[in-house]
C-alpha cells in the first residue's frame, strides 16, 4: 500500500479525496514537482522545494507547512514509495475556502532503457504549440499544463519520445517535459529563462558547474547541431538520436553531462 502526505497527514494513498470544488480540479489553480525515488531515497530535494516555494509566493498561495515540514513528507513517501524506482509529486492547489490542498505520493517509474542513454530517443519539434514566454505562468510547474500535454500526445503518437517547442517569437524554449540543451560548435547552449523554459533543477546544476551557458537558440540551430540532450530531474541527461526522421549523433557529450548531472 503505497503512503501519501494529504493536508500534513501520512495516509494511505487510496484513502487521498480530492473535493470536487478544489481549485486546482476546476481551474488548474496550483502548481506541482516531481522527483525521482530510487529505492527509497531521493536525490537534490532542496532546489524542488525551493522552486516550489518561490513559484506558490508568485502566485500567492500561502501553505501552513515550513520548508522543513515539507522536506520531512517527502522523505517519509519516498521510503514507502514502489522499488526499485518510483516518481514523486509534490501537488499544491488553492483548495476550498481559502485552505490550499497540499499532496505528496509516489508511483512506479520506468526510466528509459540504457540503450536509449546511448543511442539516443526520438524527438519532433511542434512549431504549432507555443510556450508564451511573456505569461505570468512562465516557468512555473502549473497545473495549467495542457499544451504541454497536447504536446506529448502528439509526440508519443508519433513514435517520438518528446516534443520541442518554440516561443512566441520563435525561439526554441524547451521540451514538453523537458530541459533542452544543444551543442553547437562545441559549446552546449540552453535557452534563457526570458525565453520561456522552465527552470529546471537539472539544468541549474549543470549551469552552476559552467559545463552549460545559456543562450537564445532558433530552429536553424537543431539542423546545425552536433548533438541535442534533454534534461529534467527523472531522466537526468537523456541524448536525442533523431529528430524527425534525421539522425544525430548520441556522442561523448551526452556521456560527460549524464555524470555531471547525477
Given at each position: 500500500?503505497?503512503?501519501?502526505?494529504?493536508?500534513?497527514?501520512?495516509?494511505?494513498?487510496?484513502?487521498?479525496?480530492?473535493?470536487p470544488?478544489?481549485?486546482?480540479?476546476?481551474?488548474?489553480?496550483?502548481?506541482?514537482?516531481?522527483?525521482?525515488?530510487?529505492?527509497?531515497?531521493?536525490?537534490?530535494?532542496?532546489p524542488?522545494?525551493?522552486?516550489?516555494?518561490?513559484?506558490?509566493?508568485?502566485?500567492?498561495?500561502?501553505?501552513?507547512?515550513?520548508?522543513?515540514?515539507?522536506?520531512?513528507a517527502?522523505?517519509?513517501v519516498?521510503?514507502?514509495?514502489?522499488?526499485?524506482?518510483?516518481r514523486?509529486?509534490?501537488?499544491?492547489?488553492?483548495?476550498?475556502?481559502?485552505?490550499?490542498?497540499?499532496?505528496?505520493?509516489?508511483?512506479?517509474?520506468?526510466p528509459p532503457?540504457?540503450?536509449?542513454?546511448?543511442?539516443?530517443?526520438?524527438?519532433?519539434?511542434?512549431?504549432?504549440?507555443?510556450?508564451d514566454?511573456?505569461?505570468?505562468?512562465?516557468?512555473?510547474?502549473?497545473?495549467?499544463?495542457?499544451?504541454?500535454?497536447?504536446?506529448?500526445l502528439?509526440?508519443?503518437?508519433?513514435?517520438?519520445?518528446?516534443?520541442?517547442?518554440?516561443?512566441?517569437?520563435?525561439h526554441?524554449a524547451?521540451?514538453?517535459?523537458?530541459?533542452?540543451?544543444?551543442?553547437?560548435?562545441?559549446?552546449?547552449?540552453t535557452?534563457?529563462?526570458?525565453?520561456?523554459c522552465?527552470?529546471?533543477?537539472?539544468?541549474q546544476?549543470?549551469?552552476?558547474?559552467?559545463?552549460?551557458?545559456?543562450?537564445?537558440?532558433?530552429?536553424?540551430?537543431?539542423?546545425?547541431?552536433q548533438?541535442?540532450l534533454?534534461?529534467?530531474?527523472?531522466?537526468?541527461?537523456?541524448?536525442?538520436?533523431r529528430?524527425?526522421?534525421?539522425?544525430?549523433?548520441?556522442?561523448?557529450?551526452?556521456?560527460?553531462?549524464?555524470?555531471?548531472?547525477?
Open positions: 500500500m503505497s503512503l501519501a502526505s494529504w493536508n500534513g497527514r501520512a495516509v494511505p494513498a487510496e484513502d487521498v479525496r480530492i473535493a470544488d478544489d481549485a486546482g480540479f476546476l481551474h488548474g489553480d496550483g502548481l506541482f514537482e516531481t522527483l525521482r525515488v530510487d529505492r527509497g531515497r531521493t536525490q537534490h530535494v532542496g524542488h522545494l525551493d522552486r516550489l516555494l518561490a513559484g506558490l509566493r508568485r502566485v500567492e498561495i500561502e501553505i501552513p507547512e515550513d520548508r522543513e515540514t515539507l522536506e520531512e517527502v522523505t517519509a519516498a521510503h514507502a514509495a514502489p522499488r526499485p524506482t518510483a514523486l509529486r509534490i501537488t499544491v492547489t488553492r483548495g476550498v475556502g481559502g485552505i490550499p490542498t497540499r499532496l505528496v505520493t509516489a508511483a512506479p517509474y520506468h532503457e540504457e540503450s536509449q542513454y546511448q543511442e539516443g530517443v526520438a524527438a519532433l519539434l511542434l512549431p504549432d504549440l507555443r510556450i514566454a511573456r505569461s505570468p505562468l512562465a516557468g512555473l510547474k502549473s497545473l495549467c499544463w495542457q499544451v504541454n500535454r497536447l504536446a506529448l502528439r509526440a508519443e503518437r508519433a513514435g517520438a519520445f518528446e516534443a520541442l517547442l518554440l516561443n512566441e517569437r520563435g526554441l524547451e521540451g514538453a517535459r523537458s530541459n533542452l540543451l544543444v551543442v553547437l560548435d562545441g559549446e552546449i547552449f535557452p534563457p529563462l526570458n525565453d520561456g522552465l527552470p529546471g533543477t537539472v539544468r546544476r549543470l549551469l552552476d558547474q559552467g559545463a552549460i551557458a545559456e543562450h537564445s537558440l532558433v530552429p536553424e540551430d537543431l539542423e546545425r547541431t548533438e541535442i534533454l534534461t529534467n530531474s527523472l531522466i537526468g541527461v537523456l541524448p536525442v538520436g529528430l524527425e526522421g534525421r539522425r544525430i549523433s548520441a556522442g561523448a557529450v551526452a556521456r560527460r553531462l549524464r555524470d555531471a548531472a547525477a
